[in-house]
C-alpha cells in the first residue's frame, strides 16, 4: 500500500488566514492525488482531483498543488463554513486516504 | 441531477450476515464505476473495494478482501455490500462513491452517497 501522511493533524487559524496543508507519500504518485472536505454528519466532498484541478463549484479560495511524493492544499482566506475535516487521497494504486487534518477558527 | 442513495442504518448481532445498498440515478450507472468506504467512529476514511456495473467486475484492499463482497445490479442500477458473518468491529458508516471519470477503475470520487450507519453489537 501507498501510505499517506497529512500534516498537520490540527490546524488552527483565523478567519481571512492562508492556510495550508501538506500530504505526503511514500512514493511518487505523479499528480493522482485528490482533496476531500468532510464536514461533520455529512459525507466528503471533493474539492481538488489530479493535485491540482478544481472541482466544479468549490470556491476559488480552495487551490492544490504539487507532483511527486508531495502536495498541498491551499485556502487563500479561511472563512467559518470551511470548518472541517480535510483528507488527501492517492490514486496511483489500489487507493488509499490520509489520516486528515482538522481545521478549526481561532 | 446525479444521486447516490443508500440505505438506511442497520443494528445487527455478532455473526448475523447483512448487505447495504447503493442506488444511483441522474447518469448512466453502467459508465462509472462505484467505490466502497469505510469510517469507523471518529476516525478517517479507508478505501474497501470498488465494482465496474456494467460487467460486476470488482477490486479489494487487502485489508477487506475475503471479509467483504462488493456486488451490483445493473438493471436497477444498485451496487450492494456485504457480510457473511458480522463482528463488533464493522460498526461503521458505510459510503459508496461514484468515480470521477467514466470506465475508469482508478480516479477520485466526485459524488457520494448520504453513508449508512451500521451497528454491530450483541
Known amino acids: 500500500d501507498i501510505q499517506m501522511t497529512q500534516s498537520p493533524s490540527t490546524l488552527s487559524a483565523f478567519v481571512g488566514d492562508r492556510v495550508t496543508i501538506t500530504c505526503r507519500a511514500s512514493q511518487s504518485l505523479s499528480t493522482w492525488l485528490a482533496w476531500y472536505q468532510q464536514k461533520p454528519g455529512k459525507a466528503p466532498k471533493l474539492l481538488i482531483y489530479k493535485a491540482s484541478s478544481l472541482e466544479s463549484g468549490v470556491p476559488s479560495r480552495f487551490s492544490g498543488s504539487g507532483s511527486g511524493t508531495e502536495f498541498t492544499l491551499t485556502i487563500s482566506s479561511l472563512q467559518p463554513d470551511d470548518i472541517a475535516n480535510y483528507y488527501c487521497q492517492q490514486y496511483n494504486s489500489y487507493p488509499t486516504f490520509g489520516q486528515g487534518t482538522k481545521v478549526e477558527i481561532k | 441531477e446525479v444521486q447516490l442513495v443508500q440505505s438506511g442504518a442497520e443494528v445487527k448481532k455478532p455473526g448475523e450476515s447483512l448487505r447495504i445498498s447503493c442506488k444511483g440515478s441522474g447518469y448512466g450507472f453502467t459508465s462509472y464505476w462505484i467505490t466502497w468506504v469505510r469510517q469507523m467512529p471518529g476516525r478517517g476514511l479507508e478505501w474497501m473495494g470498488r465494482i465496474d456495473p456494467s460487467d460486476s467486475n470488482t477490486n479489494y484492499s487487502p485489508s477487506f478482501q475475503g471479509h467483504v463482497t462488493i456486488s451490483g445490479d445493473k438493471s436497477i442500477s444498485t451496487a450492494y455490500l456485504q457480510w457473511r458473518s458480522l463482528k463488533a468491529s464493522d460498526s461503521a458508516i458505510y459510503y459508496c462513491?461514484?468515480?470521477?471519470?467514466?470506465?475508469?477503475?482508478?480516479?477520485?470520487?466526485?459524488?457520494w452517497g448520504q453513508g449508512t450507519l451500521v451497528t454491530v453489537f450483541s
Open positions: 462513491a461514484r468515480h470521477l471519470a467514466p470506465y475508469d477503475s482508478s480516479g477520485a470520487f466526485d459524488y
